[in-house]
């Protein structure tokens, strides 16, 4: 274990940087915290958010540990709420605008949710449920986005990187996965968007791959279409399911690289 830890130190770092991860409690997001930590040089800053706060807490302790020059800051939060969107901004550009010498911001917009995938199409006639969904899916992430860098505008030396997890499902159409599908095609776009706007800052849409967690298990016991419902458990007993640990360390490494188009859409497979 010291063998690889000290492997990992010695790769490309991303500098000093501060970075921003949502949905950092549990799986993908999780994971990427742990490895993206080692990267991260003495004095860089280090954001998890989420709506678990003992989960969070616990991540916070194990990074604050392992990694005592790097400032670990858990920040609970519901973003699917303006509230819970502002209690994140007031956190981190607290921490930020009192930082010195930062040679990278971060920004992964991890967290997400599946929405009712029991439905079809026709049964969303519920504007409350839909406008629920798309608060958390994809409005937090516009917002949080923006906020942050604009506190950063023109920054010389500042390195910036937005990350939006994406999904096959940002191009692909799954049925009775209505919200889903919308949500990720919704985040591929407006990070493109941003890409074309703004040609200093750094865009990603990754793409992870069928990764193997609680989404993947709400995936083949409650989506409403029996096909998909199969296909999903064919290819958890088949093995085909992605670590989290192992799709984390591709994004890791495509940050460090920092050889991809700005904007593009990049799957694990790809890779």
Not at 123 to 134: I, L, P, Q
Not at 251 to 268: I, K, N, P, W
Request: with cysteine; proline share 4%.
């Amino acid at each position: 274990m010291e063998a690889r830890d000290t492997a990992q130190q010695r790769q490309p770092s991303l500098g000093k940087a501060a970075c921003i991860i949502t949905g950092a409690s549990r799986g993908f997001g999780r994971s990427l915290a742990l490895l993206l930590a080692p990267q991260l040089e003495a004095g860089s800053i280090l954001f998890l958010v989420a709506r678990s706060r003992g989960a969070l807490a616990e991540l916070e302790a194990k990074l604050q540990c392992s990694f005592p020059g790097l400032t670990v800051n858990s920040v609970p939060a519901d973003l699917g709420t303006e509230d819970g969107v502002q209690l994140v901004l007031q956190v981190v550009l607290h921490k930020l605008l009192g930082a010195a010498d930062l040679q990278r911001l971060l920004i992964i917009n991890n967290a997400g949710s599946l929405g009712d995938i029991s439905k079809s199409f026709v049964d969303f006639t519920s504007a409350a449920e839909v406008n629920s969904y798309f608060a958390f899916n994809v409005t937090s992430a516009l917002c949080l986005t923006s906020s942050i860098l604009k506190a950063f505008p023109g920054q010389p030396g500042l390195c910036k990187t937005v990350v939006n997890v994406s999904s096959l499902c940002a191009l692909k159409p799954f049925k009775s996965w209505t919200l889903y599908c919308t949500g990720k095609a919704s985040r591929d776009m407006m990070f493109q968007v941003l890409a074309l706007e703004e040609p200093g800052v750094r865009v990603i849409n990754y793409a992870p791959g069928p990764l193997d967690t609680e989404m993947q298990q709400l995936a083949r016991t409650k989506s409403g279409d029996p096909e998909i419902r199969q296909q999903f458990l064919n290819m958890k007993n088949s093995g085909q399911l992605v670590d989290c640990s192992l799709s984390a360390q591709k994004l890791v490494s495509l940050l460090l690289e920092d050889m991809f188009d700005s904007g593009a859409h990049v799957d694990f497979y790809a890779i």
